[in-house]
Every structure is written in structure tokens, then in C-alpha cells.
T-cell receptor, first 111, second 117 residues
């Protein structure tokens, strides 16, 4: 059965801390891995990763994929209260347009 | 770019009535749209894949006669919850895949919170 597992499920940090969110996957015919941020409403797209070892970066957020070990990490440096959200990892497979989602990591950044 | 509009954002209805939710891609064409349901503190559950000009593909366990999907144009898909009951109360989210761009990325609407009394 295809699955995407995120860890930790929840995380509480203080402003300024650096956090690393994990996503491991076991799917057939892997094509890409996507990270989304979900606040109170619907998810907003952060990154899409298809190649191993190439870091994607946007401001304080960065992500990398390891296709050999079947995982990805999402790093957030110098966290701010506005980073508080649920971070979702999803995987796509060849021949399918569906996203297979993990359960998400709930990040809380306290002032 | 890549904006998906979903309307309404919140709806309350009586049991037995039908509710229509619209999902529009505002600045791109979407041959494929997706409808999800999200329960509190859980991840998104795919209900169906909506294809422009053809029938939707429903996930196992989703009643197609209860959740009617219409994707009549390249920018609009609708989900109609027919004869709604309190157990249908949930957060419904649509997404759209940009047909002309990087095909794997789905852009999400803001969601619709449905409360059935």
C-alpha cells in the first residue's frame, strides 16, 4: 500500500528556532514530492521536488529530496509566529494525477 | 498567478437540501480538478477527480449520486452535495492542476465549510 509518513506530528518551538520536518514515502513509480503549508484554510504550495540532492529554497524555507532513502526534509530557519501552520507532504506517481498526502506536521511557533 | 477561487467559503443548510460548491481557476486553464474532504485534525481525503468534458472519477467509498461533480469548462468545476445530512458536515476543498504548467502541482481553493443542521 502506498503511504506517506510525516514526522513529527506536532512540534512547538520558540521564535528564532530552526525546525526540520520529515517526510518519508513508500509509493510505486514515484514521480515527485510536494510540500504545502496549510493555515486556517486550504493548502498553499511551497515546493515541488523531483531530483535527489537539489535543494529548493524560498526565503527561510528550504527543502531537499533523497530518492535513494525515500525521504524529504523541510527546513525553516529563524522561525516566526506566522510560520505556525500544518505542513503537508504529498507524493505523485507516474500515470496518476493524484496527490498522496501524509497526515501533516502541526508546527506552533510561540513568541 | 495560479489562483483557485472556491465559493462559498461557508454554508449552512437544512438536512435534506442540496448544496452546490464552485471551484474556479482564475488565471489558468485546468482540464483536471480535484475535490477533497477534510475532517478535523486529519489530512485531505481525495473524493474525486474531475475531468473537463467527461465524467468524474470517484474514489472508493464515495457515493457518486450523493456528490455530483460537473466540470463543464476549463475553468469551472462544481460539487453538489445532494440531500445533505449532518454527517456530510465537513470542510470541502478543491484543487486545480495547471494544464499548461508543471503538471504535478495542484493549486488549492480556500475551502468550503459545510454545516448541515
Amino acid at each position: 500500500e502506498d503511504k506517506v509518513v510525516q514526522s513529527p506530528l506536532s512540534l512547538v518551538v520558540h521564535e528564532g528556532d530552526t525546525v526540520t520536518l520529515n517526510c518519508s514515502y513508500e509509493v510505486t513509480n514515484f514521480r515527485s514530492l510536494l510540500w504545502y503549508k496549510q493555515e486556517k484554510k486550504a493548502p498553499t504550495f511551497l515546493f515541488m521536488l523531483t531530483s535527489s540532492g537539489i535543494e529548493k529554497k524560498s526565503g527561510r524555507l528550504s527543502s531537499i529530496l533523497d530518492k535513494k532513502e525515500l525521504f524529504s526534509i523541510l527546513n525553516i530557519t529563524a522561525t516566526q509566529t506566522g510560520d505556525s501552520a500544518i505542513y503537508l507532504c504529498a507524493v505523485t506517481q507516474g500515470g496518476s494525477e493524484k496527490l498522496v498526502f501524509g497526515k501533516g506536521t502541526k508546527l506552533t511557533v510561540n513568541p | 498567478g495560479a489562483v483557485v477561487s472556491q465559493h462559498p467559503s461557508w454554508v449552512i443548510c437544512k438536512s435534506g437540501t442540496s448544496v452546490k460548491i464552485e471551484c474556479r481557476s482564475l488565471d489558468f486553464q485546468a482540464t483536471t480538478m480535484f475535490w477533497y474532504r477534510q475532517f478535523p485534525k486529519q489530512s485531505l481525503m481525495l473524493m474525486a477527480t474531475s475531468n473537463e468534458g467527461s465524467k468524474a472519477t470517484y474514489e472508493q467509498g464515495v457515493e457518486k449520486d450523493k456528490f455530483l461533480i460537473n466540470h463543464a469548462s476549463l475553468t469551472l468545476s462544481t460539487l453538489t452535495v445532494t440531500s445533505a445530512h449532518p454527517e456530510d458536515s465537513s470542510f470541502y476543498i478543491c484543487s486545480a492542476r495547471d494544464s499548461s504548467g508543471i503538471g504535478h502541482i495542484q493549486y488549492f481553493g480556500a475551502g468550503t465549510r459545510l454545516s448541515v443542521l
